[in-house]
T-cell receptor, first 113, second 113 residues
């Protein structure tokens, strides 16, 4: 079984709809991250969480919110989706300390029409 | 704040030829450096990382990278590529004592028969 799972894997929605992307991990890591990937821009950090009570904005948090329901679960919400939020979204986890690698989920491809 | 520049967006190469993917970074403090690979329709996975010590780092699948502090570079190399190396490669930097990892825009490696 995959260590980091994301649901759904693909989603098509309409402008103005609320969308939730979910991430679960079985690695026991304390840190979790949400990124979006756009062609030519690489990965950009949306939100990150170092534990259940610690949530921080990344470089592109506008239009997004998150919830850390448990150490193993970290959800990303788009309150009112817009077309420029069409992207590939990745969840990642890591142990504490910046020298540790991040482990990525398979991604969610979101299309906002 | 740290930043990462991947100098080539696409690198086409013939099978069994050598390849170098270039990465430069900027930071005012010491850093940890990473290379990740993303195969089609998958999340990112770690190829190798530099934390300290020897400037030549060996990773999985025959890849290696050399840390050059004076040139602030961390180029990725492989002496002989295979078709299966076709993927997108991301350079990433994390500042020591920092909280975030910054990813480059990615380099798409195409290996041709």
């Amino acid at each position: 079984d995959a260590d980091v799972t994301q649901t759904p894997r693909n989603r098509i929605t309409k402008t103005g709809k609320r969308i939730m992307l979910e991430c679960s991990q079985t690695k026991g890591h304390d840190r979790m991250y949400w990124y979006r990937q756009d062609p030519g821009l690489g990965l950009r950090l949306i939100y990150y969480s170092f534990d259940v009570k610690d949530i921080n904005k990344g470089e592109i948090s506008d239009g997004y919110s998150v919830s850390r329901q448990a150490q193993a679960k970290f959800s990303l919400s788009l309150e009112s989706a817009i077309p420029n939020q069409t992207a590939l979204y990745f969840c990642a986890t890591s142990r504490g300390q910046g020298w540790n690698e991040q482990f990525f989920g398979p991604g969610t491809r979101l299309t906002v029409l | 704040a740290q930043s990462v520049t991947q100098l080539d967006s696409q690198v086409p190469v013939f099978e069994e030829a050598p390849v170098e993917l270039r990465c430069n970074y900027s930071s005012s403090v010491s850093v940890y450096l990473f290379w990740y690979v993303q195969y089609p329709n998958q999340g990112l996975q770690l190829l190798l990382k530099y934390l300290s010590g020897s400037t030549l780092v060996k990773g999985i699948n025959g890849f290696e990278a050399e840390f050059n502090k004076s040139q602030t570079s961390f180029h990725l190399r492989k002496p002989s590529v295979h078709i299966s190396d076709t993927a997108e490669y991301f350079c990433a930097v994390s500042e020591t004592g920092g909280f975030k990892t910054i990813f480059g825009a990615g380099t798409r490696l195409f290996v041709k028969a």
